[in-house]
């Protein structure tokens, strides 16, 4: 079992920059992936990036890696979403979740509650 919890969603204008933590909590957490998603009012949910936390692997998706970085906190068994030159189309409200590693990217079972991101242009 694994608990998680997004901070750090707020307000910003384009162009600025947030980061997003997720805190883990649980057992055997080295197993686990944690991985970031967002959802846009209306629009279908997105795989953002993803964070193994006993392993050093990360993968960021095309569409935002020119933009968004992963890390962790390994002691803290916190992972970070690092957002810049944030655009209204990055609105949404993101979601950290965690799965064992291994598999695909519909394993995620454990779920944050969300952290809303509003970037007004």
């Known amino acids: 079992q694994v608990q998680l919890a997004e901070s750090g969603g707020g307000l910003v204008q384009a162009g600025d920059s947030l980061r997003l933590s997720c805190l883990a909590s649980?057992?055997?957490?080295?197993?686990?992936?944690v991985g970031w998603f967002r959802q846009a009012p209306g629009k279908e949910r997105e795989f953002v990036g993803a964070m193994h936390l006993g392993a050093p692997a990360s993968y960021v998706a095309d569409s935002v890696k020119d933009r968004f970085t992963i890390s962790k906190n390994r002691v803290m068994n916190t992972v970070y979403l690092q957002m810049s030159s944030l655009k209204s189309e990055d609105t949404a409200v993101y979601y950290c979740a965690a799965k064992l590693a291994g598999g695909s990217r519909n394993d995620y079972r454990f779920w944050g509650r969300g952290t809303q991101v509003t970037v007004s242009s």
């Open positions: 649980g057992s055997t957490l080295s197993t686990f992936v």
